[in-house]
């Protein structure tokens, strides 16, 4: 189990990743570990995996993170509402859930300080008591996290309130500002897989699982798949199979095994997007309770400013999941009593939805189980070999992707620690990586400030990888959509190192442009086609059917949205 150099000669700034030589691996070798899903546990999976010396294989039937994962509120944190339940109903279980969460929190934004970072959060109150109530429940927050070096819970008065969001409502009594991280969840999880493939991993985006191929035993041997670009299908060989699928899982499960029972429970939320202008902040606001008993955060995605997120059944796994009418009011009414000047629904400029893998008990004691969180499980299939990795959330991937290697690594004999607390990600790795200097050659380029910062905070240190590409074409230093600071060199670095392979990679995951403005997408769309064309070498007739397609996808959502 030695681990495999992707590309001999590699330079420690260049991370290629082309899709091409992933597919020859994986159609060729033979490897440890193959994990199913590239979201984040399975990104988190194949990375520690791969520090510890495994030989890993990663696909996803889409793109990477491109479910689950890149559909979240994109904070990182231990969760309040489960410190309130714990305490409410003395759930000790959820006070251990908040305590590996704040500790995660802490190792999470030291691993890609370009896409983590700290963000202030307010909540309203509108009496002495709920503010000395939040006020308390908050500081204890904070004990729980420690001396992690973020500022905490303070009570803050009606001015000092409204000098931090000015577009809250008037009839506040004061506000209660804690500290959470938040980050980018697509582009952490595509550094999650360069990092992995930096250190030898073979991964490929668009490979559905077809089906699975057993020894004389019942044990799985290869997983036969289909390349949803090509249109072929090949089998990969491996040890070990990892099932990382999230709120999909079940159907893996049954594909290794019928006789599995039912695990998962899925459950929908949305996330409406409108424009920054009716909080005038780069705080964000927590609504620590809803008609139906959730909390609703109000931050900023961007330039703009996102609400959410809902919590209701879901059953139509076969379907993309999208953001419905009624939805969009519930949001709104939620909404309405903390700001001063409401967005009505013509203001709202785009909206997501994803599905939680929300984890059922099992109710047989057939096979074993082992579990760390309350949220999440490590079950091995003793029929079909199969190890799959069920519920969680993305505060704790890495800790969840800890218990799945563990286990991996006792069935594979290999007593190699977890490293992943402190191997940081692609984007953070050049110590001699120069933030200053870098900004002073991007601006001489021509290139506002705006979209230097945008660079860092995107691409971390690979943002001169980026800068490269304009000695190339000096259409790609130009922008991709007036009034963002996206650039056509992002595409094609994108392109080459980030294995985007569709129109909707680049402008949903890699620049996240799809789930905050959607005409914006759309316009965008169709500034980036020839580039893509160009790269992946698509006929005009591919282009202009890649364009129609996504245009098509759009309208549906606003469609449905009632937008």
């Not at 899903?37 to 696909?59: M, P």
Request: net charge negative; hydrophobic share 40%; glycine share 6%.
């Amino acid at each position: 189990m030695s681990k495999q150099a992707f590309a001999i000669g590699q330079s420690d700034t260049e991370i290629k990743m082309k899709r091409p030589e992933n597919l020859d691996r994986l159609r060729t070798e033979e490897f440890d570990i193959c994990v199913i899903g590239a979201g984040a546990s399975g990104s988190g999976v194949a990375l520690d995996a791969t520090l510890r010396g495994f030989k890993v294989a990663l696909i996803d039937r889409s793109d990477f993170c491109s479910e689950t994962s890149s559909r979240s509120t994109k904070l990182i944190h231990g969760g309040v509402r489960y410190l309130e339940q714990a305490f409410k109903k003395l759930d000790f279980a959820q006070l251990k859930q908040v305590n590996h969460g704040l500790h995660e929190r802490k190792t999470l934004l030291k691993l890609a300080p370009h896409l983590a970072k700290p963000l202030a959060l307010i909540t309203p109150v509108f009496s002495w008591f709920e503010g000395i109530y939040y006020s308390i429940g908050l500081k204890i927050y904070g004990l729980i996290a420690g001396d992690d070096g973020m500022p905490k819970a303070k009570w803050l008065n009606k001015k000092e309130t409204f000098q931090r969001i000015p577009g809250l409502t008037r009839s506040l009594h004061s506000s209660i500002m804690y500290y959470d991280g938040q980050f980018d969840d697509s582009r952490f999880t595509v550094a999650m897989v360069q990092s992995a493939v930096k250190e030898g991993a073979a991964a490929a985006n668009y490979l559905e699982l077809k089906k699975f191929q057993k020894n004389a035993s019942g044990k799985i041997q290869k997983a036969v798949v289909s390349d949803l670009i090509s249109n072929q299908e090949f089998s990969i060989s491996a040890k070990l199979f990892v099932n990382c699928t999230g709120p999909y899982a079940d159907h893996v499960r049954l594909m290794a095994d019928p006789a599995e029972e039912l695990r998962m429970r899925p459950a929908k939320g949305v996330h409406i997007v409108f424009p920054s202008s009716y909080l005038q902040s780069k705080d964000a606001m927590l609504i620590p309770e809803t008609k139906d008993g959730r909390v609703v955060f109000v931050k900023p995605l961007d330039d703009e400013v996102m609400v959410g997120t809902t919590d209701t059944a879901y059953h139509d796994l076969a379907n993309e999941p999208v953001l419905e009418e009624q939805e969009v009011d519930y949001l709104l009414e939620t909404l309405e009593p903390f700001i001063e000047k409401m967005p009505q629904r013509a203001d709202i400029k785009a909206g997501f939805a994803g599905v939680r893998p929300l984890l059922a008990p099992k109710s047989s004691n057939r096979k074993e189980t082992k579990s760390l969180l309350r949220d999440h499980e490590v079950e091995y299939d003793q029929n079909s070999g199969l190890i799959s990795l069920l519920g969680g959330k993305w505060t704790t991937y890495r800790v969840m992707a800890k218990d799945t290697v563990d286990y991996a690594a006792e069935l594979l004999r290999n007593s190699v620690p977890c490293q992943t607390d402190s191997h940081v990600l692609v984007g953070a790795q050049q110590k001699d990586f120069n933030a200053t200097e870098f900004s002073k050659k991007a601006l001489e380029t021509g290139i506002s400030e705006e979209q230097v910062t945008h660079l860092l905070d995107k691409y971390g240190d690979q943002a001169e990888e980026v800068l490269k590409l304009f000695s190339e074409s000096k259409d790609y230093s130009n922008p991709i959509l007036e009034g963002y600071p996206f650039l056509k060199a992002e595409v094609v670095y994108t392109l080459r190192n980030e294995m985007v392979t569709k129109l909707r990679d680049f402008l949903s995951r890699r620049i996240r442009l799809e789930i905050s403005d959607w005409e914006g997408s759309i316009k965008a769309a169709e500034t980036i086609a020839p580039i893509l064309q160009k790269e992946l070498s698509w006929s005009e007739e591919q282009t202009l059917i890649e364009v129609a397609e996504y245009v098509k996808l759009i309208e549906g959502f606003k469609e449905k949205a009632g937008l």
